[in-house]
């Protein structure tokens, strides 16, 4: 029953170096508060099932008021019992599968451990065997190693001989950890290629566009739309641009990812040598791919820089596309190129400065160059005709002009490597030559020759590399071509038309944590133009860092053809929440020539910002700035958001001199579309070419869950909708979801392994179920509490309590079903605390006079045997007493029916009698004790939070057992019998009961001395007799130990170790004598082995024997209780229950 006046108890922790002290204090009511006058402090007893949960692992406990007491308080032994449910298992933070196990709070049994064997991916198949011995039987939970709020440092970590786990009994989870020497060895670089594309039909459509402008001028604008279009490893891309300049469809081909190689068919740009830029074309080409290829992957590309003499809008724009627009401050600046495509080609450089000057600089630029593994090296040819891009249509033309490339690039040993490119362009033939050296980690250096049919000679090379544990880096690009002669003509698309020199260097120091200093030297000509040079050095220093505020010191000095500047700069950041200020003076001194120069300008400048990083994949800061110099007042205002709704940039900036006012404005943006032919979801924090759409199944409300990409959180999104989420293609992703907060919701932990190819859409669903707690009292029809029921809805073993309670985490909430098992008590066992009135945990006692024992069939082919039990009281004073050896006992659940004669229909089941001859005088029949079922139908209640409480009883209707229904999944022991062979001990109060381990038979010495018989020695035959189940092979062994030592003629005959999994109750280990040529033998040879005070059984050969690898047919059979003139033998004892 609830208490009418529940009690609230504080325990309060005084706490030393050397000792702990707790006073509990009782205080009566809810409403009463902790500091609430009456109150007592009284020392009080603590119950855990481990002490060391209350003494933090110490072996000495620390002092205290409060007494510790293993196991659990008097009234509440049953939780100490064992629990059979099912558990998630991981290995390596992966998890492999659900699995039935049977635990207690030191212990957890697998029911089926080859299943968990054979789910684990990196096992070596020759250790099989010995991990399923070591994870069978009952093994240590090693709580100890759970990690707690504060880890301990061996938490979540164990080294077994062979294998062993990690139990979370409170989260139903389990660690799995095998010993390495039995892993096989897993080389994650074995495979030359990747797995192959998903069969699907699926499409990414990129959105990207950009602007600049200034009221009262012609804006400068691109939106260029990338589309594929994707059916496994072949897809369709195409291109289109509409800018300010021209409209046009910049590229359209097919594509396939094959054998290692890459082939395209259509409209598309020629592969980039080192020294000349990529061409449009129309044809063909074929290559390897080592996007494909997981031996090896390596990039490098160039850098770009520019000087800014004063702060700049900067735009990077290629084939008239505008791909980014940024600001920057003035100096030398290294430009950010993430954005750009891949490639080699000519990129221009816009420059708007705060008065509205513009310029502009063309550079060379290359990224992403392969260099291939030791033994694969890169082979590619490109055959078709030059396109004219300058063409005014949209559609491109074909072209007339011929273009031909091949090459190969090949690796020699570790370091080492040649590069061959010919190229042929009309009637112009290049060629160009390579080698790279690695030196890993830190070194890569590339050199490059080109020459030409035009007397076009060229050099070229890169550098890169690290210093003093990385602290120094450094970097050198240099190109110079020199043409052979001056180009006059109009045709664009010659490669070489003038000389051109380009040098970039950098150079940088890591002082400390706070401090580094950086040298940049960039220089750009193009044939007899000016010249562009500009070097120097910085320095910055965070001289101080508090958390979220940051004082920070710069200086530095550029040099340039324009002129020289000097910036000293003192900046102050502060972030409260999601707000962000900050300050800066900024000293510039510059000489006459550059703009503005001549004289120290001093700059204040004061920043807001607000900043929402909450949540992961979405980004959003939105800033307003003032800058005021010596000249002139400039006002600053940006917004920068990247989210599932796409990636937007702005800028908007006015300067008022007293002269003038000019007022620029800027922005960039976007977006991208997935879908296959059944899903559709918009995304814009990413920019890749395939992705995923993730939706979740099932009737939940709307609750916030994070995708999991690599062990990494990308994205969040609300259960029911479907949302995108883009992926870099040539890769092979674990993807999961779980909510971002706990939730009452079921859903599937699965980790889904995907592999990606441009162009590839993944759906991906996960299906998710509400729970809802649900708490009450269940009464039987006369007001009587429905104790030690199950509740066959629930997903793991719940039970009411004496009084009816329950609680239970539900998906549905429209019925609940219980159901009562009948029991047999144990003899050596805790006493139950409930009374005979209070369960159906009864014993069964033999029968007074020829009666029968009843098979009942209910619907879903649910057998029950209902017996004839007695009505006393199982719990008598004083310990359990020994009946008779002639008493019997016998209660089994079995699913179908087979016998020798057929399979049996419900009714010839229900006329199935056994009959037993018993004396007259014997006492009379005791009533039928039969299973009990009942229903609960629920009445409608306000659910809170996802909790429904009853506050009034709910009514139990009994349902006849031949109407029951049946839940399969939460069939224990006594519900279901997997293996023929039942033991039925000569004690009745012996038997197997849920929630019970299967007992190992233990009994005095007989007193009777050595047998007058002689014993039966095994004989070749093929009948057998059980001696006793075990939780473990060992405990069998052991036992047959005992049985050596009872009389040399034991010694003589080899045992048998047999495994029994018996669903709901785990695995066992039956001990059993095969070899026996008849019954008479067997019946024989146990009547001997009763004379030794031991148990013994007639059995069939039905389950698996140690070591043998494939498992025995179940078999499903009718148990009857034979009599003495069928046993053979005119022995009492020998009355054992065989299988038909």
């Known amino acids: ?103 207690t709070p030191g212990s957890i049994l697998f029911s089926n451990p080859e299943e968990i064997v054979s789910k684990l991916p990196a096992l070596d198949p020759r250790s099989s065997e010995l991990v399923t011995q070591a994870l069978t039987g009952d093994l240590p939970t090693h709580a100890d190693r759970i990690c707690g709020p504060i880890p301990k440092p061996d938490c979540g970590q164990l080294s077994p001989d062979i294998a062993a786990v990690i139990f979370d009994q409170e989260r139903f989870q389990a660690e799995l950890f095998v010993n390495p020497t039995y892993l096989s060895e897993q080389d994650t670089h074995t495979e030359k290629v990747l797995p192959p594309a998903p069969d699907i039909v699926s499409g990414v459509h990129s959105i990207t566009g950009g602007l600049i402008g200034s009221p009262g001028e012609p804006n400068n604008y691109s939106l260029m739309s990338n589309s594929t279009l994707a059916s496994g490893d072949t897809r369709l891309n ?260 003038a000389d051109t020199r380009q040098i970039t260097a950098n150079a940088g120091y890591q002082i400390s944590d706070l401090a580094n200093v950086n040298f940049l030297l960039d220089y750009n000509q193009v044939g007899s133009g000016q010249n562009r040079l500009s ?46 200020l900050s300050g800066e003076a900024l000293a510039r001194r510059s000489s006459p020539s550059v703009s503005g120069g001549g004289s120290t300008n001093l700059t204040r400048n004061s920043r807001l910002t607000w900043n929402d990083d909450s949540t992961p994949g979405r980004l959003t800061i939105a800033g307003a700035e003032f800058r005021q110099d010596e000249t002139s007042d400039n006002y600053l205002a940006d917004l920068d958001h990247r989210g599932n709704l796409g990636n937007i940039k702005i800028l908007g900036s006015q300067t008022r001199t007293n002269q003038v006012k000019r007022t620029i404005y800027s922005g960039n943006l976007g977006f991208g579309i997935a879908h296959t032919l059944n899903d559709i979801a918009w995304n814009g924090s990413q920019q890749q070419s395939s992705g995923v759409v993730i ?108 009084d009816g309670l329950f609680q239970t985490e539900l998906k549905e909430v429209e019925k609940i079903t219980l159901f009562r098992a009948a029991q047999e008590h144990f003899a050596g066992k805790k006493h139950s605390k409930f009374t005979n009135g209070d369960s159906d945990m009864f014993t069964v006692m033999p029968p007074t006079r020829n009666s029968t024992a009843t098979l009942t069939d209910p619907e879903k082919r649910e057998l029950i045997l209902q017996l004839f039990g007695d009505a006393e009281d199982v719990n008598p004073p004083g310990p359990p007493v020994e009946p008779p050896q002639s008493q019997a006992v016998a209660a089994e659940s079995i699913k179908g029916l087979e016998v020798s004669t057929g399979t049996m229909t419900a009714g010839e089941v229900a006329s199935t009698t056994a009959q037993v001859d018993v004396s007259a005088e014997q006492k009379p029949t005791p009533p039928l004790r039969p299973a009990f079922r009942c ?95 075990f939780r473990s092979e060992s405990q069998a062994l052991e036992s047959w130990s005992e049985f050596e030592k009872l009389s040399p003629i034991f010694q003589e005959i080899e045992p048998r170790v047999e495994i029994a999994d018996l669903p709901g109750s785990g695995r066992f280990y039956r001990l059993r004598i095969v070899g026996f040529g008849s019954d008479a033998e067997t019946a024989a040879f146990c009547r001997i082995v009763k004379n030794y005070g031991r148990d013994c059984i007639v059995v069939s050969q039905a389950s698996r024997a140690i070591g043998k690898k494939q498992k025995m047919p179940k078999k499903q ?17 020998s009355i054992l229950p065989e299988p038909q």
């Open 1 to 103: 029953m609830l208490p009418t006046a529940p009690t609230r108890l504080r325990v309060d922790p005084t706490i030393s170096d050397s000792s702990a002290t707790y006073t509990a204090t009782a205080v009566s009511g809810l409403s009463a508060s902790p500091t609430s006058t009456g109150t007592t402090a009284t020392p009080v007893e603590l119950f855990a099932p481990n002490p060391e949960i209350l003494t933090n692992g110490n072996t000495e406990p620390a002092k205290s008021k409060v007494n510790v007491k293993a196991g659990a308080p008097e009234g509440f032994e049953e939780l100490e019992g064992p629990l059979d449910t099912t558990v998630d298992l991981h290995f390596g933070g992966l998890k492999i599968g659900v699995f039935r196990a049977v635990f």
């Open 238 to 497: 195409f291109t289109g641009i509409t800018a300010s300049e021209q409209s046009r469809f910049q590229n359209l081909s097919a594509s396939m990812d094959r054998w290692g190689l890459e082939s395209k068919l259509g409209f598309f740009d020629s592969r980039p040598l080192q020294m000349l830029a990529q061409t449009p074309m129309t044809g063909i080409s074929v290559g390897t791919s080592l996007d494909t290829n997981l031996a090896y992957r390596n990039t490098t590309g160039s850098r770009l820089s520019v000087f800014l003499p004063q702060r700049s809008y900067v735009s990077l724009i290629f084939n008239n596309m505008i791909y980014s627009t940024d600001f920057y401050e003035a100096g030398n600046q290294v430009l950010n190129t993430d954005i750009l495509p891949d490639g080699a080609y000519e990129v221009t450089i816009r420059i708007v400065d705060t008065d509205g000057q513009q310029t502009e600089e063309k550079r060379f630029f290359s990224k992403n160059f392969q260099i291939p593994p030791a033994d694969q090296p890169i082979y590619f040819g490109q055959l078709g005709t030059v396109r004219d891009t300058t063409q005014s249509g949209f559609l491109p033309d074909a072209g007339s002009g011929l273009i031909s490339s091949f090459g190969v690039l090949s690796r020699y040993g570790e370091s080492t490597g040649v590069a061959l490119d010919s190229l042929v362009i009309k009637d112009r033939v290049y060629a160009e030559a390579g080698s790279f050296l690695l030196l890993p980690p830190d070194h890569q250096i590339r050199a490059s020759l080109l020459l030409s049919s035009g007397k076009d000679f060229g050099i070229g090379g890169t550098y890169q590399g690290f210093a003093l544990e990385k602290k120094f880096a450094f970097g050198a690009n240099v190109r110079a071509i020199f043409a052979g002669e001056t180009y006059q003509g109009s045709d664009e698309l010659i490669p070489i038309k």
């Open 535 to 580: 070097y120097g050095p910085s320095l910055r220093w965070d001289v101080w860092r508090d958390g979220e505020s940051n004082l920070s010191f710069g200086i530095d000095a550029s040099q340039s053809n324009s002129g020289r500047v000097q910036n000293v700069m003192i900046r102050y950041t502060k972030r409260i929440g999601a707000w962000g």
């Open 695 to 802: 939706k979740t199944g099932g009737d939940v409300p709307p609750t916030p869950m994070k995708v999991v990409v690599d062990g990494s959180e990308r994205s969040q999104f609300l259960t029911g909708e479907s949302t995108a989420l883009f992926l870099a293609p040539y890769q092979t992703y674990k993807i999961s979801i779980t909510p971002v907060e706990s939730s009452p919701i079921d859903y599937d932990g699965t980790v889904k392994q995907i592999t990606l190819y441009p162009g590839n859409v993944m759906p991906l669903e996960w299906e998710m179920s509400s729970i809802h707690v649900v708490l009450g009292r269940v009464v039987t029809e006369d007001g009587e509490p429905v104790a030690n029921a199950k509740i066959e809805e629930s997903g793991n073993l719940v039970m009411t309590d004496e």
């Open 935 to 1029: 229903r609960v139908e629920l009445p409608e209640a306000k659910e809170v939070n996802n909790v429904i409480m009853y506050s009034e009883p709910l009514i139990c209707h009994s349902i006849p057992i031949a109407e029951a229904e049946t839940n399969e999944d939460s069939a224990t022991e006594s519900d279901v019998l997997e293996d023929e062979a039942i033991e039925t001990p000569e004690n009745p109060l012996e038997s197997l009961s849920e929630s019970e381990e299967e007992p190992s038979q233990t009994h005095p010495e007989s007193s009777t001395g050595e047998p007058s018989e002689d014993l039966a020695v095994p004989s070749g035959g093929t009948k057998a007799v059980q001696l006793g189940a």
């Open 1117 to 1133: 059979q009718v148990l009857t209780m034979p009599s003495l003139e069928d046993s053979g033998t005119d022995n009492a004892d």
